[in-house]
């Protein structure tokens, strides 16, 4: 089991910017991959960025390309979203999520299915 803790969430204006952490603790040597996801009310989670625990390119979606950088320290068992140039349809939960199963390819990690463990959720607010 691995249990996924986020921090960071808050309210920020338009043109701001928010770091979130997730750390992981339990069995983290099982971590294929983390993933950020975020919700929309009535929505379903909506892909926003992800990381191979041990090596590979990050991977963004469409949205957040060029405004969010996600990053890893394996040893803090830690992965960071830096959001830069938040506007307001950034607003939403943000969870972190963590996928201890193999797959290999660019498409990977993408959907939220992929992904067993999950955090609480942290609410980012950005103001207009």
């Known amino acids: 089991q691995v249990q996924l803790v986020e921090s960071g969430g808050g309210l920020v204006q338009a043109g701001g910017s928010l770091r979130l952490a997730c750390t992981a603790s339990g069995s983290t040597g099982s971590i294929s991959a983390m993933g950020w996801f975020r919700q929309y009310p009535g929505k379903e989670r909506e892909f926003v960025a992800r990381?191979?625990?041990?090596?590979?390119?990050?991977v963004y979606g469409d949205s957040v390309k060029g405004r969010f950088t996600i990053s890893r320290d394996n040893a803090k068992n830690t992965v960071w979203l830096q959001m830069n140039s938040l506007v307001s349809e950034d607003t939403a939960v943000y969870f972190c999520a963590a996928a201890d199963r193999s797959c290999s390819g660019y498409e990977c990690y993408k959907e939220s299915t992929e992904y067993q463990y999950w955090g609480q959720g942290t609410q980012v607010t950005v103001s207009s």
């Open positions: 990381i191979r625990w041990m090596f590979g390119t990050p």
